[in-house]
């Protein structure tokens, strides 16, 4: 949560909670605005309490503008708010991440997933991909999830399977301008259905090659440069002919209009017509 005051003489902040349940804590501030933020379904993350619908609830309505990077959360808090003040404004790319290029593009380079290793992340898929393009490198790079940790395993027992360890921000440019192309191999979930992935713009500032599985609206509504699997066959067929340079279609432009920089320029320029 953080707040900040208008100028020097103003004596309530504008509040910008990005976590529903530290909503009530910034409303006991008394702010000139409370913003609520909404990056993922709190309801659905495993080990959420039964109650976490009636916190999501109650913060919706409490706060005086929310925002949201999920199309799905966007149109059900519209409709708990009846429209009022509700913004959707999508995720983004560090702008510094667009000087990199990838490196090999042939079908020597990587199949590359970056990103933390969840229960979201369609493992069996990922085995079937592995098994059908033995001569292809697969690298998935990220922490892990406790849970994952015995199914990974077994992964990694197929030899042109990597699993590497989380890296640093300032290294996501040299991690992926290692891959031939992108995977977002989620399982369709409660949770995915409002995730809008980070790794998709970042994937798209070195314009890779971006193969998903149709998880969420917030990547479907890419199709027409990002690849949106429906089905275990279709997905790998994709890859195969993505590594192949077969279909090849630039994301480049998701990451050049989507820059951390413009996202914040919009969240300004809103709060400012909000009468913050």
């Known amino acids: 949560m953080s707040a900040r005051w208008l100028d020097a003489t103003a004596a309530r902040p504008v509040v910008v909670a990005s976590d529903v349940f530290l909503v009530a804590a910034g409303a006991a501030l008394h702010p000139l605005r409370l913003v609520l933020d909404v ?5 659905a993350f495993p080990g959420a309490p039964p109650w976490t619908d009636e916190v999501f609830r109650g913060a919706v309505r409490m706060a005086d503008i929310v925002t949201t990077s999920s199309q799905t959360l966007y149109e059900e808090i519209r ?19 667009l000087r990199f290029q990838p490196v090999d593009k042939s079908s ?6 970056l990103g933390y290793i969840g229960p979201w992340l369609d493992l069996p898929l990922i085995d079937e991909l592995a098994a059908a393009l033995r001569d292809r490198p697969v690298e998935l790079t990220g922490p892990v999830d406790p849970s994952m940790a015995a199914p990974l ?42 995730v809008n992935p980070n790794k998709l713009y970042e994937y798209a500032a070195l314009d890779l090659p971006i193969v998903t599985t149709a998880f969420s609206p917030d990547v479907v509504g890419f199709d027409s440069c990002v690849d949106v699997c429906r089905s275990t066959p279709e997905f790998v067929a994709t890859v195969r002919a993505r590594c192949d340079g077969i279909g090849l279609r630039s994301t480049r432009w998701i990451a050049e209009t989507h820059t951390w920089a413009s996202i914040a ?9 909000e009468g913050c």
């Open 39 to 43: 990056c993922d379904d709190p309801r």
């Open 79 to 97: 409709e708990l708010r009846r429209s009022a003040s509700v913004y959707y404004i999508p995720n983004g790319v560090r702008a510094e991440l």
């Open 108 to 113: 020597r380079g990587k199949i590359g997933y």
């Open 153 to 194: 395993s077994r992964l990694s027992t197929r030899a042109n399977v990597c699993i590497k360890p989380a890296v640093a921000e300032n290294e996501v440019g040299r991690v992926l301008a290692g891959l031939a192309v992108g995977i977002i191999p989620f399982r369709e979930s409660p949770l995915t259905r409002a």
């Open 265 to 273: 320029q919009r969240f300004a320029a809103l709060l400012t017509e």
